[in-house]
């Protein structure tokens, strides 16, 4: 089945120490995208990738990074800068744009975050 | 810049019953799309329904529909014949089709419905 895949479903972290949230894509999808979740607050987008080796920032990408080296792994390092990581973080991703902008994103399960 | 919001926090329905989530949205755009998702407590985001804003006729997708009214900029979901598993965040989404950021989108802070048996 396609689909993407998170990991870890649960991931602690340290003071001081970068951590990397996977997402792995088989849906042949163009565009991917980092979201961050918190209690009473909508999704806010943090990157986002429309192709391979090229990604923007989203609305809150400070103390955040990404890659986009394959089409289907767009993993999220969150930074020592990111003064309050803990939060539920969900990767997502889209057909081409081209083929439609109607077409919806599909996202993975998630993983939460917390600090140590 | 696009702003989307959701207005209530919290609703409840009985099951059986009809529940409407209402929805706003601020854009100066014409062409967009507008979408519903549901969160159940797994935490997984599943599309409900998806609405393209050059479309007059609302979408309906089973026991799901929307009243989409562009002039006022409302996108409200109305969930007939509620189910227990319907009890979820549902969070309304806007998506731009112009520009650099095509394609991302913008969420509303979510309404939680509950459904009582």
């Known amino acids: 089945d396609g689909g993407i895949t998170q990991s870890p479903k649960y991931l602690f972290r340290k003071e001081g120490q970068n951590v990397t949230l996977s997402c792995e894509q088989n849906l042949n999808h163009d565009a991917m995208y980092w979201y961050r979740q918190d209690p009473g607050q909508g999704l806010r987008l943090i990157y986002y990738s429309q192709i391979v080796n090229d990604f923007q920032k989203g609305d809150i990408a400070e103390g955040y990074s990404v890659s986009r080296e394959k089409k289907e792994s767009f993993p999220l390092t969150v930074t020592s800068a990111q003064k309050n990581p803990t939060a539920f973080y969900l990767c997502a991703s889209s057909i081409n744009l081209l083929a439609g902008a109607n077409q919806p994103q599909h996202f993975g399960d998630g993983t939460r975050l917390s600090i140590l | 810049a696009q702003t989307v919001t959701q207005s209530q926090p919290e609703m409840s329905v009985q099951e059986a019953e009809t529940v409407t989530l209402s929805c706003t949205y601020d854009?100066?755009?014409?062409?967009?799309?507008l979408f519903w998702y549901k969160q159940p407590p797994s935490r997984q985001m599943i599309l409900v329904i998806r609405?393209?804003?050059?479309?007059?006729q609302n979408a309906t997708e089973n026991r799901f529909s929307v009243n989409f009214q562009k002039a006022a900029k409302s996108f409200s979901l109305k969930i007939s014949d509620s189910q227990l598993g319907d009890a979820a965040m549902y969070f309304c989404?806007?998506?731009?089709?112009?520009?650099?950021?095509?394609?991302?989108?913008?969420f509303g802070k979510g309404t939680k419905l509950s459904v009582k048996p």
């Open positions: 989404a806007y998506r731009t089709n112009y520009g650099g950021s095509q394609g991302n989108l913008i």
């Open positions: 854009t100066s755009e014409s062409d967009y799309y």
């Open positions: 609405q393209e804003a050059y479309k007059q």
